[in-house]
T-cell receptor
Framework: GDSVTQMEGPVTLSEEAFLTINCTYTATGYPSLFWYVQYPGEGLQLLLKATKADDKGSNKGFEATYRKETTSFHLEKGSVQVSDSAVYFCALAGAGNNRKLIWGLGTSLAVNP | GAGVSQSPSNKVTEKGKDVELRCDPISGHTALYWYRQSLGQGLEFLIYFQGNSAPDKSGLPSDRFSAERTGGSVSTLTIQRTQQEDSAVYLC??????????????FGPGTRLLVL
């Protein structure tokens, strides 16, 4: 079945460092890919998404490119801030009406000043 | 506008008791999903509603779990004879429909269930 494999955390960075969180997937057909973020004490929020190969999703300085050839959707940010400290989840959804999300295990990011 | 709301926010119950968890989706969203977030299992899909029907119940872990949706809006997830392994955060999400299928899912704050 479909699955998502995500880089294990925790990840600890200094402010202004470069961030990469790896995500690869296994799926039939052409899934949509998502990054969700969960800030401390808050609910899940969509960070960015891409719905077809070579699409780049971006938001709040974060980017991820849908790479079908490597089945990857790595999350990157050029300069992290303390406020980016959160848990990041990679997920996929199949096509059609039932777009249930299949999730990675999450990567905890801590950014120190 | 109002987002997805869930109640209660926290629930502590004794093993063997039944619990009901409620989800109010965003108005007009036809699709509704329940997920469970637990330490050992990460985020897991439980059930999907399209309107009032549930075409995909494949994620419900046992027959102690059931869910319904009425009026194409509010949904209730019921867990009967709760077990300690049911302790988790139960998340509800809703999404709108489009010609491409369902769109982005928006999540509620979750119900944190603790079974003693």
């Amino acid at each position: 079945g479909d699955s998502v494999t995500q880089m294990e955390g925790p990840v600890t960075l200094s402010e202004e460092a470069f961030l990469t969180i790896n995500c690869t997937y296994t799926a039939t057909g052409y899934p949509s890919l998502f990054w969700y973020v969960q800030y401390p004490g808050e609910g899940l929020q969509l960070l960015l998404k891409a719905t077809k190969a070579d699409d780049k999703g971006s938001n709040k300085g974060f980017e991820a490119t849908y790479r079908k050839e490597t089945t990857s959707f790595h999350l990157e940010k050029g300069s992290v801030q303390v406020s980016d400290s959160a848990v990041y989840f990679c997920a996929l959804a199949g096509a059609g009406n039932n777009r249930k999300l299949i999730w990675g295990l999450g990567t905890s990011l801590a950014v120190n000043p | 506008g109002a987002g997805v709301s869930q109640s209660p926010s926290n629930k502590v119950t004794e093993k063997g008791k039944d619990v009901e968890l409620r989800c109010d989706p965003i108005s007009g969203h036809t699709a509704l999903y329940w997920y469970r977030q637990s330490l050992g299992q990460g985020l897991e899909f439980l059930i999907y509603f399209q309107g009032n029907s549930a075409p995909d119940k494949s994620g419900l872990p046992s027959d102690r779990f059931s869910a319904e949706r009425t009026g194409g809006s509010v949904s209730t997830l019921t867990i009967q004879r709760t077990q300690q392994e049911d302790s988790a955060v139960y998340l509800c999400a809703s999404s709108a429909s489009s010609a491409r299928g369902q769109e982005t899912q928006y999540f509620g704050p979750g119900t944190r269930l603790l079974v003693l």
